[in-house]
């Protein structure tokens, strides 16, 4: 079974936080690199951040010293801490496998998590 279920998003003033959840399938996250991903409207999607099995971790730079990326193993879970939002923030989010899982030829993704960053 292949699923990646997106949770935490919202509306929140430029300077909030938000922590973003990401359930995936095993077969998507155990041993996996893990990402998160955005597409900000009228946008291609774009990387975000990245986490390793073993916790390494790795950032776009627009986002450098704001989020942070985590993982838990045993709950086959990654989350995304986001601190001093922007509106140029705002966007749906979503986690995949990076680079992404693809399904009969096409990258495979959730319903993804809408961030919106007023100012």
């Known amino acids: 079974q292949v699923q990646l279920v997106e949770s935490g998003g919202g509306l929140v003033q430029a300077g909030g936080s938000l922590r973003l959840s990401c359930a995936a399938s095993?077969?998507?996250?155990?041993?996996?690199?893990m990402g998160w991903y955005r597409q900000a409207p009228g946008k291609q999607r774009v990387w975000v951040a990245r986490?390793?099995?073993?916790?390494?971790?790795d950032y776009a730079d627009p986002v450098k010293g704001r989020f942070t990326i985590s993982r838990d193993n045993a709950k086959n879970t990654v989350y995304l801490q986001m601190n001093g939002l922007k509106p140029e923030d705002t966007a749906v989010y979503y986690c995949?496998?990076?680079?992404?899982?693809?399904?009969?030829?096409?990258?495979?993704w959730g319903q993804g998590t809408q961030v919106t960053v007023s100012s």
């Open positions: 095993r077969t998507i996250f155990s041993g996996n690199v």
């Open positions: 995949n496998r990076h680079p992404p899982v693809v399904l009969g030829g096409n990258n495979y």
């Open positions: 986490i390793t099995p073993g916790g390494s971790t």
